[in-house]
């Protein structure tokens, strides 16, 4: 089982990803990282891991569909089997979705950590959506990726409290810290499934 990773940003989700496939927690090869910009953070994490990276700039494409056929082409020469976003900041296209969709799975085989409760907060910015709207405890999501914005299928979800003296940068930095030990279990649970469902066919 061979993973894929899309990042746009700092690359702290693709750090927990990567080292919980080095110590096994995930049973599968980190195989290829592709970042839809230069300065994404991310790129440092794959350098650091040894992550082999692809820089796939959007601008360098005339539209979203030539964009996503560059990331298929990678999905493709690398024999990905599973895509894992974390901190990607676009939206897939049926195209990708399509492609990656796994009939026996009956979902794409693409996931997404998004840093909310997906039935209640859609968007970027989960944890100040949590702040300003007075939550006593939040939620982060690991769900499939379907062409909606965040409306896949929730895989696994964990509680964030919210503490009196939140401000945005100590929420999310708890959040975040949530997010790590989530993301690669739901990611192992998903590859069981996986793997259960080849052995039955
Ligand atoms: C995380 O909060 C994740 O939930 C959201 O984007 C952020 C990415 O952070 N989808 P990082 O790049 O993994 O540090």
């Given at each position: 089982m061979k993973l894929g990773f899309l990042a746009s940003g700092r690359g702290s989700n693709l750090e927990a990803l990567v080292r919980a496939c080095h110590d096994g927690r995930i049973q599968a090869e980190p195989g290829l990282l592709i970042v839809d910009?230069?300065?994404?953070g991310a790129l440092g994490v794959a350098e650091r891991l040894g992550l082999p990276y692809r820089v796939l700039p959007?601008?360098?494409?005339?539209?979203r569909a030539a964009h996503e056929r560059a990331i298929a082409a990678e999905v493709q020469r690398h024999g990905l089997d599973l895509l894992l976003l974390a901190g990607y900041r676009r939206l897939l296209s049926p195209f990708l979705v399509g492609l990656m969709f796994d009939a026996r799975l009956g979902q794409s085989r693409i996931l997404n950590i998004h840093p909310a409760d997906t039935r209640a907060y859609q968007g970027l910015h989960g944890y100040r959506w949590a702040l300003e709207s007075g939550l006593s405890q939040t939620a982060v999501t690991v769900h499939y990726v379907d062409?909606?914005?965040?409306?896949g299928a929730i895989v696994a979800q964990a509680v964030v409290p919210l503490e009196p003296d939140d401000d945005l940068e100590r929420l999310q930095r708890r959040g975040l810290a949530v997010e790590h030990a989530l993301y690669p279990r739901a990611v192992q649970q998903v590859i069981e499934e996986m793997q259960s469902l080849c052995a039955a066919f």
């Open positions: 910009h230069p300065e994404a959007s601008r360098d494409y005339p539209d062409e909606g914005m965040d409306t």
